[in-house]
């Protein structure tokens, strides 16, 4: 016999890692100025027909902001149709004035029209879901939304009721919703995942809350200073409680109303980065890092501005808010996106578009 021995067996060949990619800044390019032509022409067609041209004025505002994001030197798209979203808005007053006259005149059908509006409910955020991503594209190909209606019944109506009616679930259902929502969002052949935690969204609303409570605690600290400074203004007399009461009516409100102003920057810039750092394309990352100080600055400097030019600002206001929300993203990059994007459409062509399927419905979301 052959004594020879035998030879080892062969390593795996190691794949070359891929070329590290530098990350591609999302970025904004449109103004107030130019917005607000859309705007105030979307606003004057839309009274002049009752609101029946409001759909197609969506369709313009949802396409100047989406070709005016940009991100890899590319921007997006929206393919949405005006006659699609009038009948889903038709749809969503239908059911409004189901509820409002069940309500008015024959409060024993309130019930079930209720319960009715809350079974049909998770089908229609659904199809808003799958109707938007349907209709939004990057370098020409399209999004899609492939979540199973089973598991929207459990996030929507399940969770979102306890979320509503308990309060301490709402972060839960929020946490829920959002990886319902990424987790079953593609871009060609690509799934997206989402990988925040619940408790990660149970520390953001807990540090809010934190927030809102010191700021009562001081909101009662100024009330009793300010009764007795006003104790010791006000002359006495019979109206003297009354002027007092109203007195401190008005500056609690205007504080609760600072306070609430303040925390929902706080709330919207750290919910925005909880959930888009946490989102993926396949390989790719995501990365959002709004400062709150910022946001708040931007909303406060804009809610100004509105109330003194009499609403006319508010072009202006919803550019400054896209600015300063989508310019402090980025994505982070696996590898060359030509050739992802590439190898999507390939994969797109082979197995065919989904549209028939496609649901073409939106309730305004």
């Excluded at 904004?28 to 004057?44: A, D, H, K, Q």
């Excluded at 798209?77 to 409004?96: S, T």
């Excluded at 459990?154 to 839960?172: A, C, D, M, S």
Aim: aromatic share 14%.
């Amino acid at each position: 016999m052959n004594d020879v021995e035998p030879l080892p067996p062969l390593s795996p060949v190691p794949t070359p890692a891929r070329a590290p990619q530098p990350p591609e800044r999302f970025e904004f390019t449109g103004s107030g100025g130019e917005y607000f032509r859309i705007w105030i022409v979307n606003l004057l067609l839309t009274l002049l027909t009752f609101g029946i041209y409001s759909a197609w004025a969506k369709v313009r505002r949802m396409q100047y902001f989406y070709r005016h994001t940009r991100v890899a030197g590319s921007s997006f798209d929206y393919h949405g149709q005006p006659l699609a979203i009038l009948k889903g808005r038709l749809i969503a007053l239908g059911l409004f004035l189901c509820y409002s006259l069940s309500t008015e005149f024959a409060p024993l059908l309130a019930l079930p029209v209720i319960i009715g509006l809350g079974l049909l409910l998770p089908w229609l955020l659904r199809s808003a879901f799958r109707f938007r991503l349907h209709n939004s594209s990057w370098r020409g190909l399209r999004f899609s939304f492939r979540g199973k209606l089973g598991e929207s019944y459990v996030v929507f109506l399940l969770l979102g009721t306890l979320g509503i009616f308990t309060g301490f679930l709402w972060p839960l259902f929020h946490s829920r919703m959002k990886k319902y929502q990424h987790g079953n969002s593609w871009f060609g052949a690509t799934q997206a995942s989402f990988h925040a935690t619940d408790g990660q969204f149970y520390g953001v609303y807990v540090r809010a809350s934190l927030l809102s409570l010191a700021a009562f605690v001081v909101v009662i600290l100024l009330m009793v200073m300010g009764a007795s400074s006003l104790r010791e203004l006000v002359p006495e007399g019979e109206d003297a409680a009354e002027k007092i009461g109203v007195a401190i009516a008005i500056a609690v409100f205007i504080t609760l109303f600072l306070v609430w102003f303040l925390l929902a920057p706080y709330l919207m810039a750290r919910l925005q980065n909880l959930i888009w750092s946490n989102t993926r394309l396949g390989e790719h990352r995501f990365l959002s890092e709004v400062p709150a100080g910022r946001l708040t600055w931007v909303m406060l400097g804009n809610l100004v501005a509105v109330i003194l030019t009499l609403g006319l600002f508010m072009p202006w206001a919803a550019v400054r808010l896209a600015r300063v929300r989508i310019e402090y993203m980025s994505l982070l990059p696996a590898g060359n996106l030509d050739e992802f994007v590439a190898d999507q459409q390939q994969s797109v062509q082979a197995l065919g578009e989904e549209s028939a399927e496609v649901f073409d419905l939106d309730i305004g979301l």
